[in-house]
């Protein structure tokens, strides 16, 4: 399984961490969130990473060629837009199964086991046991489980989407299709999670991979920041 990374984004709201270096570069307890990724990654299960950089992409591309970690860099020079963008920046390197993630999540490795194991066809990677805020992105269910819609504003949800889609090899041609045609509805400012609705209103079963009980960090904010700190320093297994 190949793995593909979106880390483009700037990160505004961790505010002045972000002036000159990437979020995916921003440090938890020392570690940079694209370390974290490649931490969380290393399992047999996993063939092949790939990283798609954006706002100070050569930082990143520099940060990975220094510490000799094995991955294929891409780059979205228009980062300003939807990560959508990222994920096109990317395309030719998704030839085989492939799970794709965003860098500002802190997983502990027990999770990726568990979506393995209930990765089906298109696949989204949600849970159903935490609060949901406005930001989060949720996911409303149809009758067999599969997805029926997601988006952060749905007025009644079931669960919420944790950042993590897996495709196989077999669907890698309908996911991009999907993709294109999220693009020409939607714009280029849009989300790549949207990618799963359009695949649902195409009557494309989207499953669900359930993590309920695994608990995982955001960095998105300056309060996510010290949130996420305090967890791994009061739980120093957080992460196995």
Known sequence: ???????????????????????????????????????????????????????????????????????????????????????????????????????????????????????????????FDRPLVEDDMKVKLDDHRHLFQIHKKLPQYDGGYIGMTYCPADKIALYKQAMETTLVKLGEKTSVEMILGELATRGEPVHIADTSGIRWLEVDTIEDLQKAEKALKSHPQFLA
């Open 1 to 127: 399984m190949k793995v593909l990374i979106l880390a483009a984004g700037q990160g505004e709201r961790l505010e002045t961490l972000t002036d000159d270096v990437p979020k995916a570069l921003v440090k938890v307890l020392g570690r940079e969130l694209i370390r974290c990724q490649l931490d969380f990654l290393e399992d047999p299960s996993v063939t092949k990473i790939g990283v798609v950089g954006g706002y100070h992409a050569a930082l990143v591309r520099n940060f990975l060629s220094k510490n000799n970690l094995p991955v294929d860099f891409f780059e979205n020079t228009r980062f300003e837009q939807g990560s959508i963008l990222t994920l096109k920046a990317a395309l030719d390197f998704l030839d085989d199964d492939f799970l794709m993630m965003n860098v500002d999540h802190i997983y502990p490795k027990r999770l990726l086991n568990k979506v393995v194991k209930q990765a089906k066809g298109i696949t989204a990677v949600c849970d």
